[in-house]
């Protein structure tokens, strides 16, 4: 089979999940389109998806789960017994089960998870696989896409087997650090406009929904002069440590119909 349409499908606050998805969809055809559900009021319409389709998820993890929110975005897509690859990006401690959480989410929607991939990227929080995923995981990507092409040359598919566990571990929350407004803050609303969950003020962009925020820090990637920050004395205790308790590097792990690739 020979998908008539590629779609990567991501929620991505600061681009890692992004890169992952979108290089698979990308190395499978070159004009794959992507849909972006980081932003909750940009939201498409509910979207039902064919069998010659082929959707690609890709999610960060969350305390070894997908954050609830990104399961309420991806609810919004249905498919008819829709090829789809799952993937996840973690930031170098683990996925847990997160990926068996997508992949599980992926058939309750009416997708065949044929191919799965749990994808290191630069962790939000301290110095952690810095500048990941660079071009050698980018190649790594393109090349489990040609073996996803062959898969999909099979006359029948059945699911995949991905690591996790049942009960699902506690996660999937944000975490509890909120982002710090300098002086040099403009107003100029893009933090307001970018931020996944609605938690910054419009009138006073310092003022930060704390029930809201789920700390993901895209507002501070998305700064365009640099006035947000996470330096509070907490979090800057907390990252020193973070980033040395992981500091030895993980790899990407695919995963195919007849098992680890």
Known sequence: ??????????????????????????????????????VDGKMPDRISFAKDELIVFGAPVYGGRLYHGVVKRFQQFTGHKTPCIVTVTYGNRDYDDALLELKDLAEALGFVPVAAAALIGQHTYGQIQVGRPNEQDIEEDQAFAEKVKALLNQDTWSGIQVPGNYPYKEGGQGGKFRPQTTDACIKCGVCVRECPEGAIDPEDPAKIDGEKCIACFRCIKKCPIGAKNPDTPEYLAFAEGFTKRLAARKENQYFLLEGKA
């Open 1 to 38: 089979m020979k998908p008539s349409v590629v779609r990567a499908i991501y929620f991505s606050p600061t681009g890692t999940a992004r890169s992952g998805a979108a290089a698979i969809a990308k190395a499978l055809d070159e004009n794959a389109e992507e849909i972006d559900v980081t």
